[in-house]
DNA sequence: TGCATGTTTGCATAGGCATTCATTATTTTT
DNA sequence: AAAAATAATGAATGCCTATGCAAACATGCA
């Protein structure tokens, strides 16, 4: 094992500034009672010596380690998460934060990845596309360690949750097909085991019922391979689908594809395909598609400010919100007379449940 | 600021099992003296109590954090980055280090970041696609903080550097281009001021230049959009290329889409696409890419192997090694006569510069 | 039984910073 | 100019764990 090379402590910088080495602290803490003076005398020495406050020092005596523990799953197979990395990781950092990050696979199983967390006084836990065990969620709390759950609907009233309102979206990828004249639709779902599929699932189950129709139902796995070969499924079948409804883009995107290359079919003439998500691929000429977008920008600050304010007033309860999606309509699915392609009904609203 | 609740420490376990503080802190060290059978009694009640060992204090004590500091570009720009992370958050934990994650743009400027790092203590710092100042990189290496850059070459002795053989890669994709006849070649640049981009670039010249051919170049900025107007651009010029090669997957895939959707053009019986990385999109059926491969887990794994080798035994100099990319032929770019698609080139193998 | 090894154990301290408390310097008030 | 209030300072202590050291204990062997 080799020897870690010595860094400066404050008390050499306090004996070169010829102050005491609280007043060194002083220095580096915004807010406290320390005079100009000192200060830059404090700041000269720092330099002289390229003095580094040691933030692991400090997480222990302050009891706050200014670190975020996130957990993300799916990053390599849909590419919103990345999106939704990169934009958790921008505000943390704006916001004097840390990331600690942990990368999952959808059903990797939590309950060895947060205590890893806890031995690192993570002041909270951000977890997207990955779900929480209620024992996991009680321990969290036991030890006052807030927890927000992104994209997941909470399990236990112990952590927050910021979703987008996937029924509402169903719904609305539903009224679209339904508006321009579909009789036999589809929907590639994720898993079975995960509420963002689910749900959006039943959303559009509903609309459909108003109308007298009920969909078949394939499994995509929540990947472009797997939901190419659904749609190749889907196709076999006596009745075969005019619509596909998709639980994700990455999925809509392999239905499309499958359509296209596999299959012969016109998209949209023959088949139209709805996605959900929005990802940056959903609006490449290639693909053109129809889809759902779920307001990330928006998700994520109410999610960041949600686990940031809990973890600064462990007085306030966690909230659960829903955030509605925009139908953006592009050309992968029939538009219904008097829309054109490019227009994003936009019914954003967030609202608390 | 909300009082963060007290976690039970090795004293109260202490005091519960009947031992001393020592022996709770052995217990939970590996290899540490201590007998079987406190050490059972120790862990009886550390469960009892509900007992997290503190990384934090633990750090503190031994110097060492187990945290690595990883600072990733391109994150939501190119698929091939997630894979990357993926690959290098589960190597890390694997080998029981944390990781503290950065994700920035690709023109940021780190020294504002690797202090925060610094801070932190962290055991060693990954950098990738992304460059480091000289000044770092030396503020580093004083205080024993090894860094290891991933698909950058290295501009300072004192950090290690994992790169595919971009050179090679270039000439091998002007290789093919050569052998099935083309005459008018053009390279889509990434940015000017990155290594991979300039190497590719380099490789695929010197290659083309054997047969006394010179590529025009245009600029794709590393993305699809930027790479879609520059291959609008590329067709607009008197003598049209008849082959491209792009510097990454994501530009081909820019370049394929507008030479199909806007310029009315048959891939690859008009022009031929060449990309670089082969991320998973490559091998859709839209795309069908033909590509190099960088064989991202090798070059993790090495990648990864060094830093953690040089953190345990800081006398390893730091090491360039570069590994070779595979050529993956597939239906993107015209095949030369006795090659088929599906086949993939491998020149696999690594060697130190 | 007695001595030499080897193993376990606890005490005491280090690690670097923040913070409380008591003290001193400075400013404001009258 | 004195009194009162405020600001700045340093000494001492706590945060929690790891570890060097010496003492206690156990084991093997003669």
Redesign the interface.
Same mark, same amino acid.
């Given at each position: 094992?080799?020897?870690?090379?010595v860094?400066t402590t404050s008390t050499q910088v306090a004996k070169l500034a010829g102050v005491s080495q609280s007043a060194v602290s002083r220095a580096f803490t915004p807010g406290a009672s320390i005079a100009e003076s000192t200060r830059r005398k404090v700041f000269h020495a720092a330099r002289k010596l390229?003095y580094?406050?040691? =933030?692991?020092?400090r997480?222990?005596s302050t009891?706050?380690?200014k670190?975020i523990g996130?957990v993300i799953a799916n990053?390599?197979t849909n590419?919103f998460?990345?999106?939704v990395?990169?934009a958790l990781?921008?505000r943390f950092?704006q916001r004097g934060q840390?990331?600690?990050? &942990?990368?999952v696979t959808r059903d990797q199983n939590l309950d060895d990845i947060l205590?890893?967390f806890?031995?690192?006084?993570v002041d909270g836990i951000l977890l997207t596309a990955a779900t929480l065990s209620s024992a996991m969620a009680h321990?969290c709390a036991?030890?006052?360690v807030p927890i927000t759950l992104f994209n997941r609907s909470v399990p236990d009233a112990h952590a927050s949750s910021f979703c987008c309102d996937n029924i509402e979206g169903g719904r609305m990828a539903a009224r679209l097909l339904m508006e321009s004249g579909h009789h036999q639709v589809a929907f590639v779902a994720g898993s079975n085991d995960t509420s963002t599929s689910l749900e959006r699932e039943r959303g559009f189950r509903e609309e459909l019922k108003k109308h007298g129709l009920e969909p078949c139902i394939d499994m995509g796995e929540f990947s472009?391979q797997g939901a &190419?070969d659904a749609a190749r499924r889907l196709m076999k079948l006596p009745k075969s689908p005019d619509a596909v409804f998709c639980a994700n883009d990455i999925m809509a995107i392999g239905v499309l594809? =499958?359509l296209?290359? =596999?299959e012969q079919k016109k998209v949209p003439e023959e088949v139209s395909v709805i996605g959900f998500d929005d990802i940056?691929m959903a609006a490449?000429?290639?693909y053109n598609l129809t889809t759902i977008r779920q307001p990330i920008e928006r998700m994520i600050d109410s999610a960041v400010n949600d686990l940031l304010d809990r973890?600064?007033?462990?007085?306030i309860a966690p909230k659960q919100e829903l955030v509605r999606g925009d139908l953006v309509v592009r050309s992968s699915a029939k538009l219904p007379s008097g829309l054109s392609s490019g227009y994003v009904i936009s019914t954003s609203e967030t609202r608390n449940v």
């Open positions: 094992m080799a020897e870690r090379k860094n390229g580094q406050p040691n =933030a692991i020092a997480s222990l009891k706050r380690s670190i996130i990053v390599t590419p998460y990345p999106e990395l990169d990781s921008r950092q840390r990331v600690m990050l &942990f990368v205590p890893q806890l031995e690192y006084r321990e036991r030890l006052g472009y &190419f594809d =499958a296209r290359h =596999a940056p490449w000429p290639s973890i600064n007033q462990n007085t």
